[in-house]
């Protein structure tokens, strides 16, 4: 009897204890406020590393992170289309407070009309709240800008990996030393003295 | 002699010149005599600049739902939508009830606001936001706007402020419920208490009797 009153007495407290924390849970997300911005311009048909976007996890519970390009805020320039932004490194869910940067590339295609581009990276928070059929959601945006001008693409030997551009010029350097070497007119030779031979002029010398 | 000394230079030139690539592409090092360098370390505390939003709590209910035909058995009951155009409560309007809390949590951002197509458990055919313009959602079929058609729903957010009674948007519009001045700018740790109301449609053509659907608060740049 004294136990059933006892666990009763115990659930009552964690009901009254548990409520609070289930009231004030919340959901939400933020994102880096500056705009994500290309260094440099674009050019139609080439592809390009945007600034990693900042996002943070700012509800209380776990929730993972979608990004979608959209013209939400005010800016001039013509609209990005979404098919435009790749997104990698997505992480599968976010803790409270906790971030990640989502790193983004820019492909542009050939058929691109140059001039100044805007629209935002809209980062949304998908642990939906269940309110009796009713998702609340959040998200949260920043400006994407860039401009795209007429021209042949740069960026690829720009973006060579350091190594590949290292080894090519040890090639032609070690080439060049070649040729000077060969225009100096000086020669190497090498000779292989056979045992008998070398035995033979020891055997001269001892006269 | 002359051309011996110039093929000698020439050799040695191209000899230092391969070996000084291999060895990490020329000679560094600081100049004889330098002085010692001193530094210090300074540190420094900047201003948050992230945009965020929450929203709590994490529970609420539709609830207070009318409307319907009684004579079809189609009318509401407390927890349920009814048919034709019942309507389904999140808050109260009058007296006001706002159990929705919406923060902004970043730096100063105008608050947008808007909705989604309804989804049936069943993954049938969807309920299509509409509201009365037309303007960034279907243009509700009946009653010149004012009451979705069939398959159709409205979702109309309301606050201290007043009631979106023109219906929210698909697309992500100024949540003019969220600023007292007919705005939807707040300034870090800005908040409000929201409620929602939920018009059904005329007729559902998917039978089923759970619907899920996001509302969704962002914080964009600008002012408003």
């Given amino acids: 009897m004294?136990?059933?009153?006892?666990?009763?007495?115990?659930?009552?407290?964690?009901?009254?204890?548990?409520?609070?924390v289930a009231a004030?849970?919340?959901?939400?997300?933020?994102?880096?406020?500056?705009?994500?911005?290309?260094?440099?311009?674009?050019?139609?048909?080439?592809?390009?590393?945007l600034p990693a976007v900042y996002v943070v996890n700012t509800g209380t519970e776990p929730e993972s992170v979608a990004i979608r390009i959209e013209r939400i805020s005010r800016g001039t320039g013509r609209t990005v289309p979404g098919a435009w932004i790749q997104v990698s490194g997505l992480p599968s869910s976010l803790a409270h407070g906790q971030s990640a940067r989502i790193p983004l590339s820019l492909v542009v295609p050939a058929s691109a009309r140059p001039g100044q581009y805007f629209s935002d990276v809209v980062v949304t928070g998908s642990a939906a709240l269940v309110a009796g059929g009713a998702h609340l959601g959040v998200a949260a945006a920043t400006d994407l800008e860039f401009?795209?001008?007429?021209?042949?693409?740069?960026?690829?030997?720009?973006?060579?990996?350091?190594?590949?551009?290292?080894?090519?010029?040890?090639?032609?350097?070690?080439?060049?030393g070649v040729v000077l070497l060969i225009r100096s007119g000086i020669s190497i030779r090498v000779e292989r003295a056979t045992a008998g031979a070398a035995a033979g002029n020891g055997g001269g010398g001892g006269d | 002699m002359g051309i011996k000394v110039r093929s000698v230079s020439l050799a040695v030139a191209g000899v230092i010149l391969a070996g000084s690539v291999v060895a990490g592409c020329g000679l560094t090092g600081a100049p004889p005599n330098a002085g010692q360098s001193a530094s210090v370390n300074l540190s420094l505390t900047t201003v948050p600049t992230v945009r965020s939003v929450t929203v709590s709590p994490a529970s609420v209910t539709f609830g207070n739902c009318t409307g319907g035909l009684a004579s079809q058995n189609t009318h509401s009951t407390a927890g349920k939508l009814g048919f034709p155009n019942?309507?389904?409560?999140?808050?109260?309007?009058?007296?006001?009830?706002?159990?929705?809390?919406?923060?902004?949590?970043?730096?100063?951002?105008a608050i947008y606001v808007n909705g989604s197509s309804a989804n049936p458990f069943d993954d049938g055919n969807q309920w299509s936001l509409c509201n009365q313009d037309g303007d960034g959602a279907e243009k509700c079929k009946r009653d010149d706007g004012r009451l979705p058609g069939?398959?159709?729903?409205?979702?109309?957010?309301?606050?201290?402020?007043?009631?979106?009674?023109?219906?929210?948007?698909?697309?992500?519009?100024?949540?003019?419920?969220?600023?007292?001045?007919?705005?939807?700018?707040?300034?870090?740790g800005g908040s409000q208490g929201e409620g929602i109301e939920l018009i059904g449609p005329f007729f559902s053509t998917d039978?089923?009797?759970?619907?899920?659907?996001?509302?969704?608060?962002?914080?964009?740049?600008?002012?408003?």
């Fill in chain 2, 86 to 109: 019942g309507h389904c409560l999140v808050g109260l309007v009058n007296p006001g009830f706002y159990p929705i809390t919406v923060t902004n949590t970043g730096i100063a951002s």
């Fill in chain 1, 24 to 49: 004030y849970a919340s959901v939400g997300v933020g994102v880096q406020a500056g705009p994500v911005q290309l260094a440099g311009v674009a050019h139609p048909g080439g592809t390009y590393e």
């Fill in chain 1, 147 to 176: 401009r795209v001008v007429p021209g042949v693409i740069s960026a690829g030997w720009f973006t060579m990996p350091s190594w590949v551009l290292l080894a090519v010029g040890v090639v032609l350097a070690f080439a060049l």
């Fill in chain 2, 150 to 188: 069939t398959d159709q729903y409205m979702v109309e957010n309301f606050s201290a402020v007043g009631e979106q009674k023109a219906g929210i948007r698909g697309t992500p519009s100024c949540d003019l419920e969220f600023g007292a001045s007919g705005n939807c700018l707040a300034v870090q």
């Fill in chain 1, 2 to 20: 004294h136990l059933r009153l006892g666990l009763t007495a115990a659930l009552g407290v964690l009901a009254v204890v548990a409520a609070p």
């Fill in chain 2, 207 to 224: 039978t089923s009797t759970k619907w899920t659907m996001t509302i969704t608060w962002t914080p964009v740049p600008g002012n408003g």
